[in-house]
């Protein structure tokens, strides 16, 4: 499986400011995406960051508050906008592989004050 | 009707014992199908992945899938308490580019 590096592991942030999640991994791979995990809830996928265009969001989720960037094909970025207290939750990269499994990097662990 | 249900527990089993973890499904054209476990605090680790009707063991863990019933299922044998965390079920729906879909999990405590 793909070693996958995600920082920062966790931040307190102020309301209204920006936080950036950088996800590195060890391999080039195709596919990553970003969930979000609320406290004592399960996984929800934000988006997945598409190498080269676009990411492409799920229902719910919009560019202008989580932008993402795919520059290559292992680094992607997320960005948490205009951050509120609803934004607290821990933010997971997940890489795909051939074999369609997923892993998942450590995670950041947001917390909006 | 969500797409991925589990019971949401809490399960408690004994030492030694068999835990079974239990996921339905709406989605018949399904095809691939994933157990995560989650110690609190860390992320997901992958445990088993199943893609065929049956049952696919890795040491004490079996995962069975029934597609025409739509469940999938998870069982620890001999179960430890370093077992005690929750466990997800996911699966990759029809028609989406391998995002995973989860359910809402199901917390396990292994009692010594």
């Known amino acids: 499986s793909a070693v996958i590096s995600q920082k920062p592991s966790r931040d307190i942030c102020q309301r209204g400011t920006s936080l950036t999640i950088q996800c590195q991994v060890d391999s080039q791979v195709t596919m990553m995406f970003w969930y979000r995990q609320q406290p004592g809830q399960s996984l929800t996928l934000i988006a997945t960051a598409n190498q080269g265009s676009e990411a492409t969001y799920e229902s719910g989720f919009v560019i202008d508050k989580f932008p993402i960037s795919r520059p290559n094909l292992t680094f992607s970025t997320l960005t948490v906008s205009n951050m509120s207290p609803e934004d607290s939750s821990i933010y997971l990269c997940?890489?795909?592989?051939?074999?369609?499994?997923?892993?998942f990097g450590q995670g950041t662990r947001l917390t909006v004050v | 009707q969500k797409e991925v249900e589990q019971n949401s527990g809490p399960l408690s089993v004994p030492e030694g014992a068999i835990a079974s973890l239990n996921c339905t499904y709406s989605?018949?054209?399904?095809?691939?199908f994933f157990w995560y476990r989650q110690y609190s605090g860390k992320s997901p680790e992958l445990i088993m992945s199943i893609y065929s009707n049956g049952d696919k063991e890795d040491g004490r863990f079996t995962a069975q899938l029934n597609k025409a019933s739509q469940y999938v299922s998870l069982l620890i044998r001999d179960s430890q308490p370093s077992d005690s965390a929750t466990y997800l079920c996911?699966?990759?729906?029809?028609?989406?580019?391998?995002?995973?879909?989860f359910g809402s999990g199901t917390q396990l405590t292994v009692l010594p």
């Open positions: 996911a699966l990759i729906s029809s028609g989406s580019a391998r995002q995973l879909t």
């Open positions: 989605d018949r054209g399904s095809q691939s």
């Open positions: 997940s890489v795909g592989t051939g074999t369609f499994e997923a892993f």
